[in-house]
């Protein structure tokens, strides 16, 4: 027993957690009627051990910086959540064969179709944007990008990703849990498992909620099963970003005599229940909050930027969305000078419907690009200015494409069978397009990939080997790729 318990203390961060393992204080508490826990607890508080401070050993702190696997290429990722499933055939998959049989019967021109969420399916529709080839590489994109397209040699477009799902709820739970199901850790939170944070100040995982949570909610950014930590931490659009972040205190210290007790009384109750998790999660997130107000309005206040770089974002527009989405990417630009591990940006709202045009396509879609063009183009050309885009991995997506047929007659319908992302920076191949769906953007044809495949590029590209990375959960080893996943290597540079 005692040689297991020994073992078990020492593995590293990166092995699977068995939780029907006993740690040393468990041990110690169930044994023997709990007498050798009142020991341990004398002689770990006459060494001031009672409850671990060392922000940098992962064992106190479940944040501290761990090593990766392997070399990593990226340090950081900033995901780009298109929430609502933007058109593929509209905005990076040019297919001219939607203007040659635009207005005809698809069931006629294209041959057996997949049923459709609400089975409307009107005519061939072509896109109503002019697509062009641009920068060295040729990347093909719509005039909806008239930014993005500055800088299109540095995307590496992904033109045959795949969903299991075709509704919003279960994709976003798909796309940032690996799962369907509800309750799963996102992959933020698995990066952050794997790698902790730079930065003891701010959470490692931070969600800038433009101000319209996805289906599914909260959800998408949970921690699961894993412990609270690495949940993702939702930041509000302004200067605000966390409610009660600003102490305000008539007398000088007095909450940090406030927590000082909270953490006595916790250090007691931790003693007694022999370590328990909830309650050492419990001490760690009432210093990470007490921490943060020092850091956090330093990071929301942009006052420091110069004009040039607000221009460049967009921050001036006179579109409003734009200019909250501008302040999104200037804040995550910051936010991985600071550290932070895993940063998601969520669409504002007012921009349409979300990406999901199931009518008035050029009217949402213009809209939404309208929104995030500009501010994405600034930031990837910011990244690179400051060299932080060689290891800062930028995503761009939603949960499932549309399809190249209407839907009534100016929207388009679901479409799990194709779509289309791409990353930048972070060891990807820049001008590179991979995959290939049919001449109608509608099924892919060529390497198709699995979001399973997308979350074992991203943890390899953040140095950590995804079937390895494993917590024991309901009788198994869990990972963010459950059984699948597939490194796509050849778009790694």
Not at 42 to 53: D, I, N, R, S, T
Not at 342 to 362: A, M, S, V, Y
Not at 375 to 402: H, Q
Request: aromatic content about 8%.
């Amino acid at each position: 027993m005692s040689d297991m318990i020994h073992r078990q203390a020492r593995l590293p961060y990166n092995y699977s957690y068995h939780q029907s393992s006993l740690t040393r204080r468990q041990m110690l508490s169930r044994c023997a009627s709990g007498l050798g826990s009142v020991a341990l607890t004398a002689l770990m508080q006459g060494e001031g051990l009672a409850a671990p401070k060392d922000l940098t050993d992962f064992r106190a702190n479940p944040l501290a910086p761990k090593a990766p696997h392997f070399p990593a290429r990226a340090k950081n990722v900033i995901f780009l959540y298109m929430d609502g499933a933007p058109s593929q055939v509209d905005t990076f998959d040019h297919k001219p064969m939607l203007e040659k049989y635009h207005g005809q019967d698809p069931r006629k021109a294209m041959g057996r179709l997949e049923p459709t969420q609400f089975d409307n399916i009107g005519k061939v529709m072509k896109s109503p944007w002019e697509f062009k080839q641009y920068g060295e590489s040729g990347q093909w994109m719509s005039s909806l990008f008239p930014h993005l397209s500055g800088v299109a040699d540095e995307l590496c477009m992904i033109k045959s990703m795949v969903s299991n799902f075709p509704e919003h709820t279960s994709a976003n739970y798909f796309l940032h849990t690996g799962s369907g199901l509800q309750g799963r850790p996102s992959m933020g939170a698995w990066v952050g498992y794997g790698l902790g944070t730079e930065n003891q100040n701010l959470p490692g995982f931070i969600v800038l909620n433009g101000g319209l949570i996805p289906p599914g909610g909260l959800d998408c950014f949970n921690s699961g099963f894993l412990p609270a930590a690495y949940q993702g931490s939702i930041f509000k659009p302004g200067d605000q970003a966390v409610a009660n972040i600003s102490p305000q205190e008539s007398e000088p210290g007095r909450q940090r005599r406030k927590l000082d007790l909270i953490r006595s009384l916790d250090e007691q109750a931790l003693s007694g229940a022999a370590g328990e998790e909830q309650i050492e999660s419990a001490i760690l997130n009432y210093e990470t909050a007490y921490r943060m107000q020092s850091a956090v309005p330093e990071l929301m206040s942009i006052d420091g930027e110069s004009e040039a770089t607000k221009k460049l974002y967009g921050i001036d527009a006179e579109y409003p969305q734009t200019k909250t989405f501008a302040r999104q990417c200037l804040i995550a630009r910051r936010l991985v000078e600071r550290g932070v591990r895993f940063i998601e940006l969520t669409c504002p709202r007012g921009n349409g419907d979300r990406w999901d045009q199931h009518k008035k396509l050029f009217d949402g879609h213009s809209k939404n690009c309208k929104t995030v063009d500009q501010p994405i183009a600034a930031l990837i050309v910011d990244l690179k200015k400051s060299g932080l885009l060689d290891e800062t991995l930028v995503v761009w997506g939603g949960e499932f494409g549309r399809t190249p047929f209407a839907q009534g007659a100016d929207g388009r319908d679901h479409n799990p069978t194709a779509f289309t992302m791409w990353m930048a920076g972070g060891g990807v191949r820049g001008g590179v397009s991979y995959g290939r769906t049919d001449e109608w953007g509608y099924r892919v044809v060529e390497n198709k990939v699995e979001v399973h495949d997308l979350h074992a590029t991203m943890l390899h590209l953040l140095g950590i080997e995804h079937t390895k990375s494993t917590v024991r959960f309901s009788g198994r080893d869990m990972r963010l790729t459950d059984v699948h996943g597939n490194v796509l290597h050849e778009i790694i540079s």
